[in-house]
């Protein structure tokens, strides 16, 4: 059972997890102006890490932040200059930090020599090295083995202003009055018209919609949590392969479900390595070609018709088409002599084990990286798009959905059972011409004069009985493909809250999610992208 104790050390994790992220944009804003206001800010949250630290149960930790803070006192003082060295020894007192207040220890993470550190920060403040061990800060206590990595359960936090709160509450207690008024109306049913009931059901749904639409911006945070890490990544990364590259980030305001928050960093992390490694060239090759000395990587975030558009751009050399397409020719992916559209060959990229690199680093090379960022990309129902000129760079496109809790859906049926398809997925619908209706997965119709492949979900969900005698065909799109959905009938839009697949089904094709319906039956929601996909696959064969 969790102890008082465990609850508040939780909070702290999570209070510190946010100054340290905040520490690590400060450091690494040092390094460009060392302005004595902005060390004096930083050595406030330092000394607030440290007394939380050592009241917490963490004297260790605190001590490693006693010595930071003797250093930024040197600065902030300017009896000593910020280098590129000491802002290292900074980050990497962050890092030790990091593990150090871990709730699991190094988490998989390289422990830190937090003795090495010490001395290191010692040495940099310029004061007297210790003949014995360093006496622990005023009301600290023993060091115990209790500091030692326990297993507890990793708690997710979220914090949400108190106003928002408030309004929570009044709407629950609304919520509670309008439905004793509903019961005791049904009570006596007889004293009311059918259109009064009505009306008392509506007027409940309306504040329950004001709850829904309450507690789903509660989770909205800026994307720009997302974004922060970067700087420090990006440093990281120059300093290991010896290239120049300047970050510029835009639309961190933009709010987006924290779950999407949560999911989108190792996507991000993979494209900026892959950016730096393969992407951005060096100084010396980027002057003999005329370009900037410095490389330039954007990270840009926008609103786009309901979702969220996230973008990576690096003014490098660009994707080699004829490398990627014979690449995917080794790997099977095309056929000797198939050509294909730009749009979906570069897409390839993103196959596992597709790798066009010459030579595997630290950074990339295997094809494991890209296939992450697709996978991950695919699970929270977005999609992915290249843009890219050799010699100019690569834009990568992720197109995300604003929250993953409730989508707008629109409900199709085939056979017995109730589909969902995501709403911003769906184009029109169109009758299924009389020509087509013959058994086969798939095949292609002629929309106003252009083809279009689609797949028929009775087959493809090997539903039993035989088809009704008039069948649909919703046209869905995703990026820049589109393709049909054969479907039995349409039962029309509506809101969906989307509930995760358990183990059994989560290796089903064509399936992201469940919902449950208001008789009671479970619905799947479908997997677009992997659909359209298939549908555009087997294009060639259902032409022939």
Do not use: W
Not at 243 to 264: H, N, P, Y
Not at 464 to 487: K, M, Y
Not at 496 to 518: E, H, M, R, Y
């Amino acid at each position: 059972m969790k102890t008082d104790l465990d609850a508040v050390r939780t909070a702290f994790r999570a209070e510190a997890t946010e100054l340290l992220a905040g520490l690590e944009k400060d450091f690494l804003a040092l390094e460009s102006a060392s302005d004595p206001a902005a060390i004096e800010s930083v050595l406030r949250s330092v000394h607030t890490l440290k007394g939380n630290s050592l009241l917490m149960g963490f004297p260790a930790a605190s001590e490693v932040a006693h010595r930071v803070e003797d250093l930024l006192a040197r600065l902030s003082h300017r009896t000593r200059p910020v280098t590129a060295e000491l802002v290292t020894l900074l980050l990497q007192a962050v890092d030790t930090l990091r593990v150090m207040l871990a709730a699991h220890g190094s988490e998989g993470r390289e422990a830190p020599d937090v003795p090495e550190i010490q001395r290191r920060l010692q040495e940099a403040a310029g004061a007297e090295l210790p003949t014995d061990s360093a006496p622990a800060p005023e009301g600290a206590t023993p060091e115990k083995a209790a500091e030692a990595p326990v297993p507890v359960t990793a708690e997710r936090t979220l914090r949400v202003g108190l106003d928002r709160l408030d309004r929570m509450l009044d709407l629950t207690g609304e919520i509670a009055i309008s439905r004793g008024r509903l019961t005791a109306m049904l009570e006596q049913a007889h004293r009311y018209s059918p259109q009064e009931l009505l009306e008392a059901h509506r007027d409940a749904d309306r504040l329950y919609l004001d709850l829904q639409e309450l507690v789903l911006k509660a989770r909205m945070v800026p994307i720009g949590r997302a974004f922060q890490p970067f700087a420090r990544t990006l440093r990281d990364l120059c300093e290991a392969s010896g290239k120049l590259v300047r970050l510029e980030v835009s639309g961190e305001d933009v709010e987006v479900d924290t779950a999407v928050v949560d999911l989108i960093r190792d996507p991000l992390l993979h494209l900026v390595r892959n950016a730096v490694d393969h992407g951005i060239e060096t100084p010396a090759v980027r002057k003999r070609l005329g370009k900037e000395y410095y490389g330039t990587l954007k990270l840009r975030a926008s609103h786009e018709a309901g979702s969220i558009v996230i973008e990576v751009e690096d003014d490098g050399a660009g994707l080699n088409r004829e490398r990627i397409r014979a690449r995917a020719q080794a790997l099977g992916l095309l056929q000797p002599g198939e050509e294909r559209p730009d749009a979906e060959l570069f897409l390839l990229i993103f196959t596992p084990g597709f790798s066009t690199a010459e030579r595997v680093t630290e950074l990339s090379g295997r094809g494991i990286g890209m296939d992450v960022v697709k996978r991950n990309i695919e699970n929270l129902r977005g999609s992915i798009a290249i843009d890219t000129r050799e010699g100019r760079g690569t834009t990568i496109h992720m197109r995300l959905p604003l929250t993953l809790s409730i989508i707008e859906g629109f409900s199709v049926k085939v056979g017995e059972e109730t589909y969902i398809l995501p709403l911003q997925s769906v184009l029109e619908c169109v009758e299924l011409p009389e020509t087509e209706k013959r058994p086969g997965h798939t095949g292609v119709l002629n929309l106003r004069g252009q083809p279009l492949p689609y797949l028929r979900l009775r087959e493809h969900f090997s539903v039993e009985g035989p088809p009704p005698a008039r069948e649909s065909v919703v046209v869905i799109s995703q990026g820049r493909g589109q393709a049909g959905l054969a479907v039995d009938a349409l039962l029309g839009q509506g809101q969906t809250v989307v509930k995760p697949l358990g183990k059994v089904f989560q290796d089903v094709s064509g399936v992201s999610g469940s919902a449950i319906l208001g008789t009671g039956r479970v619905a799947l929601i479908l997997d677009v992208p992997s659909l359209l996909q298939k549908a555009l696959r087997n294009l060639p064969a259902a032409a022939s």
